[in-house]
């Protein structure tokens, strides 16, 4: 009973570095999220699919991509790093029932760019 | 404003009721949430409230609404120290799944 799996935990990567940062769901679950967490903020969405094969842009997608790359999985690529990407990245997935909010997450990646 | 508002801290005693407080902004948000982040981990839902209620009551979790206001609180009657943690809340505006919006944090303090 996983639920929401994020990988890697933790990462330090260099100004300009690449990464991609994978998430799991086995909930059958068709909407994913990605969110940025940053100190003194709430949660703030970058990228969100409803279903495999879609992707919308959130509220702060420059310097992000994503992949759906089928039901279960969906990636959050930087293709560039830079400092202000610095954060705690929290993938989650969600039902259509109840209030089509994100509903489990999973327990993050910290991210840090030097 | 855009902004979902908290208060930053709450210490309360084992055994007392927390209230927890929140403003929103939208009017017309559809659904109103709040969520539980315990240290390293990720954001749980704890529980929702539609718009056209004014309390909902799950266990020892009480949320209410006064929409003139725009102000959500939620009540944790009989405080454990398992309840320590960072509460937000969210509202849902109108526009869709990913229309929501999470307010700072509240960090939850309970001292034994």
């Known amino acids: 009973n996983a639920g929401v799996t994020q990988t890697p935990k933790f990462q330090v990567l260099k100004t300009g570095q690449s990464m991609t940062l994978q998430c799991a769901q086995d909930?059958?679950?068709?909407?994913m999220y990605w969110y940025r967490q940053d100190p003194g903020m709430g949660l703030r969405l970058i990228y969100y699919s409803a279903s495999e094969g879609t992707t919308d842009k959130g509220e702060v997608p420059n310097g992000y991509n994503v992949s759906r790359l089928n039901k279960r999985e969906f990636s959050l690529r930087l293709e560039s790093a830079a400092p202000s990407q610095t954060s705690v990245y929290f993938c989650?997935?969600?039902?259509?029932?109840?209030?089509?909010?994100?509903?489990?997450f999973g327990d993050g990646t910290r991210l840090s760019i030097l | 404003g855009e902004d979902v508002e908290q208060s930053l801290f709450l210490s309360v005693r084992e055994g007392d009721s927390s209230v927890i407080n929140c403003t929103y902004t939208d009017s017309s948000s559809t659904y109103l949430y709040w969520y539980k982040q315990e240290p390293g981990a990720g954001l749980q839902l704890l529980t929702y409230?539609?718009?056209?209620?004014d309390m909902k009551q799950d266990q020892r979790l009480t949320v209410l609404l006064n929409k003139k206001d725009k102000h959500l609180s939620l009540r944790i009657a009989d405080t454990q120290t398992g309840d320590s943690a960072i509460y937000f809340c969210?509202?849902?505006?109108?526009?869709?799944?990913?229309?929501?919006?999470f307010g700072t944090g509240t960090k939850l303090q309970v001292i034994p």
């Open positions: 989650a997935s969600s039902d259509p029932t109840g209030g089509g909010q994100p509903q489990h």
């Open positions: 409230i539609f718009s056209n209620m």
């Open positions: 969210a509202e849902r505006r109108s526009g869709g799944y990913q229309k929501v919006t």
């Open positions: 909930m059958n679950h068709n909407s």
